[in-house]
């Protein structure tokens, strides 16, 4: 009895070893750079989304900041979670290229820094929705293209929000 138990524990264990290799496999390159791309834009969005809930100057943008950055703070934290099961590692600060761009905001005020938020959010959500869609569409890893398809809905609804401001 124990040396069938043992030969099956063996040919189970045998049989889960190409199974765990497969899922290792199923991350790429164009995953692991839509994870590097996409959770800077996000980081990006939510610390914008911060200073614009403190730094607008009409109450239309703060509202917008405090959504965006409700929003991609979750979307972030969705990201990380399924790029540490995947194995993706995932910064946590903002590169030199988003840092840059946030102080530039940071040092506008009134109608400048509003405008200036408004446009800065148009070009991230353009450039991330393309990302999205691209992933949802030819991902290699199943749990990346279905985050990349339900929060592409995000980003799309945040155009529309983006759009009808002033």
């Known amino acids: 009895m124990k040396q069938h138990l043992s030969t099956l524990l063996i040919a189970v ?3 889960a070893l190409p199974l765990m290799a497969h899922a290792a496999d199923t991350v790429s390159a ?9 959770s800077q834009g996000g980081m ?3 610390q914008l989304g911060q200073l614009a ?3 607008g100057s009409t109450q239309d943008i703060k509202d917008q900041g405090t959504t965006e950055a ?5 979307v972030g934290d969705k990201l990380s979670s399924i790029a540490k099961t995947a194995g993706i590692p995932v910064a946590d600060s903002l590169n030199a290229g988003f840092q840059k761009k946030l102080d530039d905001l940071k040092a506008l005020s009134g109608l ?4 200036a938020y408004l446009r800065s959010m148009d070009d991230i959500h353009h ?10 569409a030819s991902g ?22 983006l759009g009808a401001k002033p």
């Open 44 to 46: 990006f969005e939510v």
């Open 140 to 161: 290699t890893n199943t749990d990346l293209r279905a985050f990349a398809a339900e929060t592409h809905r995000i980003v799309v609804r945040h155009l529309g929000e």
């Open 13 to 15: 264990a045998a049989g």
């Open 127 to 136: 450039k991330d929705g393309a990302a999205f869609a691209k992933e949802a």
């Open 112 to 115: 400048t820094f509003d405008m």
């Open 70 to 74: 409700h929003d991609h703070q979750l």
């Open 53 to 55: 809930a403190t730094q």
């Open 30 to 38: 164009a995953d692991k750079a839509f994870v590097a791309m996409v």
